[in-house]
């Protein structure tokens, strides 16, 4: 085919293209390797355990999402042994117990989950305004109670020292990215929102370079483009923060640094109420760290805003 041609199917080039086509073909790898770890984990404990412990794992492997909505009870019956020894069998396995299996499982099923499935789901009679609030307030609960102070302090530090920061995210998870990128560079500097919109992924991917923090946003159901720079940002030896659902996501398994966001909505997309109060803790943080700094940048951006009448007044 003609370099010509090329240009029509894919403007990057054949090269490009390529890769395009490998990254496809390899996808479902990346994107599941959490679920693949996890069922491993429990398959690989029932051929080595032994009477009731391997029936109950024999039995999680066989029926992986059913476990995630039956009780111990239920699941004893099934397998024919007493609840008590489905639980051990589950901390023989290396989990706190059988409601953290499920809450495993829950966190795969979750992520794979299509809004079609998700609008199915809602009942129209019973949605109100307080409800879809409810769960915002909910999701945020959970962040407060969740949110690991050591692991945000360290994403601060990397914000705050790192000389470069490249931050990445697409579809609706961008709104994010944009809001940290944009805070981030007027109290320092050097902060670059990666531009994946008009098919500039591979370009975006040469600039990445050693020592760079390379801050991921995403959540379920996780953009390829998104896992592709991470592992790119990985090879060229970047720190890399990862804002994502939890530490079962496939951002987790490449980031220095996983800050888990909840996102349950009653609707059929995801909310980022939590991921933006997250984003405001970091800004906040990193302004505090680079006080000096942080003060001289936004008194020089308000002159400039003042000088251009950039504001309605």
Known sequence: MSRQKWKYIFPYGEDAFLIH?????????????????????????????????????????????????????????????????????????????????????????????????????????????????????????????????????????????TETIRVMATRSSYSVAYFLALALSQIRENVFLMDVKTGQLFDESRRLRAGDLFVAVALPRYSQDTIFMTEEARKAGCHILAVTDSLFSPLSALADITLPVPYESLSFFNSYVASFALANILIAQTAVCLKKKSTESLEQLNRLHEEHAVFYT
């Open 21 to 161: 086509l490998w990254w496809n073909s390899r996808r479902k790898d990346v994107l599941h390797m959490a679920e693949y770890s996890f069922h491993n984990k429990i398959k690989d404990f029932s051929l080595t355990a032994k009477g009731a412990n391997q029936k109950v794992a024999v039995f999680l492997v066989d029926h992986l999402q059913d476990a995630a909505f039956m009780t111990v009870e239920e699941v004893a019956q099934r397998t024919g042994v007493s609840p008590g020894t489905v639980s051990r069998a589950a901390k023989a396995m290396g989990f706190a117990g059988f409601p953290d299996i499920q809450e495993q499982i829950r966190q795969i099923v979750r992520s794979s989950i299509a809004p079609v499935a998700r609008m199915e789901k809602i009942d129209r009679d019973r949605f109100d305004v307080r409800a879809s609030l409810q769960f915002d307030i909910e999701n945020l609960q959970s962040l407060s109670t969740h949110l690991s102070s050591e692991s945000v302090q360290k994403a601060v530090s990397l914000l705050s020292k």
